[in-house]
Structure formats: structure tokens, C-alpha cells
Nanobody, 126 residues
Framework: QVQLVESGGGLVQAGDSLRLSCVAS????????MGWFRQAPGKDREPVAA????????YYPDSVKGRFTISRDVAKNTLYLQMNSLKPEDTAVYYC???????????????????WGQGTQVTVSS
């Protein structure tokens, strides 16, 4: 059984940085990888970063590319999301999740996710 607990969210100003953490219990780090998602009010949940462990492949959508960085500390069973140059449109609840299966490690649309955390709120003021 996998449990995920996110932290690190908060209220910041545009241009600031935040680092989110996701502590994983169970065997999350022995699965195929993990990712970060976000959901803003009235909008669908969207991926913002993903990492496939074996291939060391990382994915970012254009909306965050160059500003967000996903990383992990295996010894601490922790996944991170470093967010720089934050914008008001980054305001959302951020979730981490485990990649259970994938057809192609280099095709993030083929990832199947499970085991979601409870989320952490990020609010960016202008």
C-alpha cells in the first residue's frame, strides 16, 4: 500500500519560488515513476511534471517548462517540485501521484497513475 503526503504550498507573490515535497510510504519508488498535477478552481486536473525512474526521463508541459523541476531523494522517499518564477496562473491545488504502468516511458500520455496525495494549495498573488 502506498500513501503520499504533499507539503510546501503557500501564498507567494508573482516571481517568487516554492518547493513542494511529497513523502511516499510503501513501495512508490519501486514503481515506474511519479508525477505532479495541479487543479485550479473550475478547471480540469493537469500534469505539470513527471519522471520515469528507469529511463531518468522527465516531462514538463510548455506552461511550466524552464520554471518547474521535478526531482527525488530515494533515501528520504521524497519527490520534489521546485517552482520558480511563479505566476498567478500557477495558482492551484498541487497533487503528487505514482505512475503504475506506462506503454512508452518517453510518451507521458501513456502513463497510468494511481495513489494520489491529498494535495497542497499554492496561491500566487500578482
Amino acid at each position: 500500500q502506498v500513501q503520499l503526503v504533499e507539503s510546501g504550498g503557500g501564498l507567494v507573490q508573482a516571481g517568487d519560488s516554492l518547493r513542494l515535497s511529497c513523502v511516499a510510504s510503501g513501495n512508490a519508488f519501486s514503481r515506474r515513476g511519479m508525477g505532479w498535477f495541479r487543479q485550479a478552481p473550475g478547471k480540469d486536473r493537469e500534469p505539470v511534471a513527471a519522471m520515469a525512474w528507469t529511463e531518468n526521463y522527465t516531462y514538463y508541459p510548455d506552461s511550466v517548462k524552464g520554471r518547474f523541476t521535478i526531482s527525488r531523494d530515494v533515501a528520504k522517499n521524497t519527490l520534489y517540485l521546485q517552482m520558480n518564477s511563479l505566476k498567478p496562473e500557477d495558482t492551484a491545488v498541487y497533487y503528487c501521484a505514482v505512475i503504475l504502468t506506462m506503454v512508452d516511458a518517453y510518451d507521458p500520455s501513456s502513463y497510468e497513475y494511481g495513489y494520489w496525495g491529498q494535495g497542497t494549495q499554492v496561491t500566487v498573488s500578482s
